[in-house]
Structures are given as C-alpha cells and as structure tokens.
C-alpha cells in the first residue's frame, strides 16, 4: 500500500513537470494582426506583428526571452538557432518594429512572420507563423 502511494505521488510529479513545459510553450507565440489568412490586399499594405510570451527588443539586445520580428516572403520558417537570412526576401525589423508597410508585385504569396534572437537566431517553428496573402 505505502510502495503504491510513493508512485502514486511520483506519477503526480512527473504530471506538474509535464504540465509546466506545456503550459511555457504554449504560452510563446506569434499571430499576425493584419492582414488575415487568405486576405486580398492592395500594395503597399500594412503588416501588423504579435508575439505573446517574448518581448520585442531592437536586435543586438540578447536579454532571453527577447527579440524581434522577420517578414519572410515565400519561405518558411527558419530552423530553430539558424540565421534569419538577410535579404528582399527576408526582412528584419531589428529596431523593434511591431508593424510594417510592404510592397509587392500583384500576385499570390506566402508571409511568414519569424521571431528571432538579438543575434538574429531563429526560435524555430514555435515562434513562426505562415499565412497566404492575395495582392491584386
Ligand atoms: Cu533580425
């Protein structure tokens, strides 16, 4: 009966840890405020960024849980402790910009939004956010 109790008690534990991983992960994301999934936009539009469980910091600031936002044009996102490319394609917002004007050719696009370290290292697929814009 004791033996039963101890791993009863050790089951719980090991629950709470589980519990709190989950509830920190869950607790970091992403979302785009503007434009919505599968929206039709006239260029330039504005892109708004969100980020729950970080903070934004202009880049150089490596403080954890801090960093800043990435418009990726047609990519995915970038694997966790990579680089966020620098180029037209990939675009830091490394002064800590929460929003953004962007400027396309008409056409159909993918967006993903990247959070990333001060050194510009990605968080990975967690803190990213895919969705697919229309510019006519
Ligand atoms: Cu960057």
């Known amino acids: 009966m004791r033996i039963i109790y101890k791993q009863l ?3 719980i534990a090991m629950g709470a840890v589980a519990g709190s991983v989950a509830a920190q992960s869950l607790s ?3 979302s785009f405020v503007e434009p919505q999934d599968g929206a039709t936009v006239s260029s330039p539009f504005k892109v708004k960024f969100a980020v729950q469980g ?5 880049a150089g600031d ?3 849980n801090t960093g800043h ?3 990726l044009i047609n990519d995915t996102s970038v694997k966790v402790g990579q680089p ?4 037209a394609t990939h675009i830091h ?3 800590g910009q929460t929003e953004a ?3 396309l050719p008409p056409g159909t696009y993918t967006l993903t939004m990247q959070f990333a370290n001060g050194l510009h290292q990605s968080y990975g697929e967690p803190l990213a956010k895919t969705i697919k814009v229309t510019v006519k």
């Not at 970080?54 to 202009?58: A, G, I, L, N």
């Not at 966020?84 to 180029?87: C, H, I, L, M, T």
């Open 54 to 58: 970080m903070e934004v910091r202009p």
């Open 84 to 87: 966020v490319p620098a180029d």
């Open 93 to 95: 917002y490394g002064k």
């Open 101 to 103: 004007e962007v400027t």
């Open 28 to 30: 970091q994301s992403v």
């Open 9 to 11: 008690a050790a089951i």
């Open 69 to 71: 936002h990435h418009l």
């Open 62 to 64: 490596m403080a954890s």
